[in-house]
């Protein structure tokens, strides 16, 4: 009878496992089933979610005949660029720069505006110092940083600054050393905003990286400029790899005016960009210029025309 009980009492435990096993095999079961049902919408969300480009275009509210001016947004997205490199304003013999962008209400409608057409803005201009001496005018300090500011209260990480006619290191060597000074002077205050300075020089690559390092902050690089280098009779390529990845914070990706980008037979796009990749570069390119001699102020057909082509190079579907 003992016997009988104990052989009764091992079948029900044994039914009781065999019955918690099936229990944990379903419920194993039913997790599967219901990870496999969301595969397809997982996989679907990942093959649509829209990854970064490395390479972004961008055009120039200045160019585009809209500087400073809001409606420089709904243009740039007309014409298909990414974003747009905004003008600091005119300089004159003012204290400061004619900054709109310095008014809270004008940035917040600029912030808002960004954010509805999806663009960026890419860089802030200091283009007062094209006809300006950053070597010699009063209050350099003061302008640059008031640029650092709005760069900060509108999340620009990069702002334009051209040596200019009167900077032009080739024609007035003596100035480097003033030059170097202010540069100097200026990169503690990029560098505690977390800003790049993005200086254009006449200067040929090697001469350019020699500047750098009389600098030595890595928050003052190469505002790369096809043009200059083309007139100055230099191959863009060779430039573009002496000064390497780290140096170029951003490029001016035209020539002179003349004829659209696509058109231009002294500026190989397709060898940039292989240039470009292989030094590992990657960035923001700022249409500037290259409008058709024939029509130059056709905003929306030159911008136009050399965005979409510079997209077919550097974003290919």
Same mark, same amino acid.
């Given at each position: 009878?003992?016997?009988?009980?104990?052989?009764?009492?091992?079948?029900?435990?044994?039914?009781?496992?065999?019955?918690?096993?099936?229990?944990?095999?379903?419920?194993?079961?039913?997790?599967?089933?219901?990870?496999?049902?969301?595969?397809?919408?997982?996989?679907?969300?990942?093959?649509?979610?829209?990854?970064?480009?490395?390479?972004?275009?961008?055009?120039?509210? $200045?160019?585009?005949?809209?500087?400073?001016?809001?409606?420089?947004?709904?243009?740039?997205?007309?014409?298909?660029?990414?974003?747009?490199?905004?003008?600091?304003?005119?300089?004159?013999?003012?204290?400061?720069?004619?900054?709109?962008?310095?008014?809270?209400?004008?940035?917040?409608?600029?912030?808002?505006?960004?954010?509805? $057409?999806?663009?960026?803005?890419?860089?802030?201009?200091?283009?007062?110092?094209?006809?300006?001496?950053?070597?010699?005018?009063?209050?350099?300090?003061?302008?640059?940083?008031?640029?650092?500011?709005?760069?900060?209260?509108?999340?620009?990480?990069?702002?334009?600054?051209?040596?200019?006619?009167?900077?032009?290191?080739?024609?007035?060597?003596?100035?480097?050393?003033?030059?170097?000074?202010?540069?100097?002077?200026?990169?503690?205050?990029?560098?505690?905003?977390?800003?790049?300075?993005?200086?254009?020089?006449?200067?040929?690559?090697?001469?350019?990286?020699?500047?750098?390092?009389?600098?030595?902050?890595?928050?003052?690089?190469?505002?790369?400029?096809?043009?200059?280098?083309?007139?100055?009779?230099?191959?863009?390529?060779?430039?573009?790899?002496?000064?390497?990845?780290?140096?170029?914070?951003?490029?001016?990706?035209?020539?002179?005016?003349?004829?659209?980008?696509?058109?231009?037979?002294?500026?190989?796009?397709?060898?940039?960009?292989?240039?470009?990749?292989?030094?590992?570069?990657?960035?923001?390119?700022?249409?500037?210029?290259?409008?058709?001699?024939?029509?130059?102020?056709?905003?929306?057909?030159?911008?136009?025309?050399?965005?979409?082509?510079?997209?077919?190079?550097?974003?290919?579907?």
């Amino acid at each position: 009878m003992a016997e009988l009980n104990e052989k009764m009492q091992v079948a029900r435990l044994t039914k009781s496992s065999r019955l918690g096993k099936s229990l944990v095999g379903r419920r194993t079961f039913i997790r599967n089933m219901v990870a496999l049902s969301l595969l397809p919408s997982l996989t679907w969300a990942a093959s649509n979610r829209k990854k970064k480009p490395r390479y972004k275009i961008a055009v120039i509210d $200045l160019m585009i005949l809209k500087r400073q001016k809001l409606s420089a947004l709904p243009l740039a997205k007309e014409i298909g660029a990414d974003g747009l490199e905004v003008d600091m304003g005119g300089l004159g013999t003012r204290e400061t720069f004619d900054n709109k962008l310095a008014d809270p209400e004008v940035r917040k409608q600029y912030i808002e505006k960004l954010k509805e $057409l999806n663009l960026e803005i890419c860089s802030l201009a200091m283009t007062g110092f094209y006809a300006q001496s950053f070597a010699k005018r009063e209050g350099v300090e003061k302008m640059v940083s008031d640029c650092i500011t709005t760069m900060q209260q509108l999340n620009v990480q990069v702002a334009f600054l051209p040596l200019g006619v009167q900077g032009d290191l080739v024609k007035n060597p003596e100035l480097r050393p003033l030059i170097v000074e202010r540069l100097k002077m200026i990169a503690p205050l990029a560098e505690k905003a977390g800003v790049t300075i993005g200086i254009e020089t006449a200067l040929n690559a090697t001469e350019e990286v020699k500047l750098l390092k009389e600098v030595g902050s890595k928050a003052i690089q190469i505002y790369f400029n096809f043009s200059n280098a083309l007139e100055g009779g230099r191959d863009v390529c060779e430039e573009l790899k002496i000064l390497g990845k780290d140096r170029i914070c951003q490029i001016h990706c035209t020539d002179k005016d003349g004829v659209w980008l696509e058109n231009n037979t002294r500026l190989d796009m397709k060898k940039v960009k292989s240039t470009l990749d292989k030094i590992g570069w990657k960035g923001w390119l700022v249409i500037e210029r290259s409008r058709d001699a024939n029509k130059p102020q056709d905003v929306r057909g030159n911008f136009g025309a050399n965005t979409a082509y510079m997209k077919s190079i550097f974003q290919p579907v």
